[in-house]
């Protein structure tokens, strides 16, 4: 019994043996070929991915120079911008400050005479009623007042003649902007004689002159029309 069991077994071996090996051999070689095709394939594969991760970081290399490019140039085309910027200015100041050196003034000088008092109280304005010349018409023959019509440098003179008589004599000062900006004492009893006041001002436009009697006798002024005139003139130097 023993023997047929042993048998038996030894049979059952020798049948699954038999009975798998056939198709067992060639499943191998498939598996063995497929494994070595997927190998191949994983090898193909990590090449390739490293290829991209190559490709990757070059990209990322490009885009980087290239940003950096960008901003190098943005940089360099603000700071050309700048550059400019104050060029222009710097060329517009001189542009200005010729322009306004340049700039063409118009005539301005006049001349007036004969007061249309010959005893004008303290601190009167005196009016010089005869307008001679006025170029840019700005001598109110009415008021005695200059306005000026420009921004300048100007010159002004204003003439008394003293009439004879006891203690005769008159302050008078021309006044430009409220200020006064020369004064003279015209004084004696016997003798007849002219004094002139006169200024250099820069003033403003718009701004006013006219002369002042700051303080006078009775009757001091002569107004001799051939040969002794009391006059006040202006003109614009620059
Ligand atoms: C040039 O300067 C003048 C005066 O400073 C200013 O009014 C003007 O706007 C400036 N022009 C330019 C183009 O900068
Ligand atoms: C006074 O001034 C006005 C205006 O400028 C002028 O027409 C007139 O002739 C002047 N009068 C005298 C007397 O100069
Ligand atoms: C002007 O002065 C002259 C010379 O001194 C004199 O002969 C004449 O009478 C005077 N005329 C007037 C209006 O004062």
Redesign the pocket.
């Known amino acids: 019994m023993a023997l047929r069991m042993n048998s038996f077994i030894i049979l059952v071996c020798l049948l699954n043996h038999l009975v798998a090996c056939e198709p067992q051999c060639s499943k191998f070689d498939y598996e063995e070929k497929t494994l070595a095709k997927m190998i191949r394939t994983e090898i193909l594969v990590e090449q390739v991915m490293s290829d991209i991760k190559q490709l990757k970081q070059q990209t990322n290399d490009a885009v980087t120079s290239m940003e950096s490019m960008k901003t190098e140039l943005r940089e360099s085309i603000q700071s050309m911008h700048v550059e400019n910027a104050l060029k222009l200015e710097e060329y517009n100041n001189t542009i200005m400050k010729w322009k306004d050196r340049l700039k063409i003034k118009p005539d301005v000088v006049f001349l ?1 005479r ?1 007061p249309t008092t010959q005893s004008p109280s303290h601190g009167s304005t005196i009016i010089f ?4 010349y ?1 170029v840019s ?1 700005s ?4 008021s005695g007042t200059f306005t000026v019509p420009v921004a300048g440098v100007y010159a002004f003179t204003a003439q008394m003649c003293l009439n004879t008589g006891y203690n005769n004599h008159i302050y008078h000062a021309i006044v430009a902007d409220g200020q006064i900006v020369s004064n003279s004492l015209t004084y004696d009893g016997d003798t007849r004689f002219c004094n002139t006041a006169q200024a250099f001002v820069v003033l403003e436009q718009a701004q006013t002159v006219y002369v002042s009697a700051l303080h006078t006798s009775s009757t001091p002024l002569r107004e001799n029309h051939s040969r002794e005139w009391c006059t006040f003139s202006g003109v614009l130097i620059r």
């Not at 009623?129 to 001679?132: L, V, Y």
């Not at 001598?139 to 009415?142: E, I």
């Open positions: 007036a004969d009623g005869t307008t001679m006025d018409k001598y109110d023959n009415s």
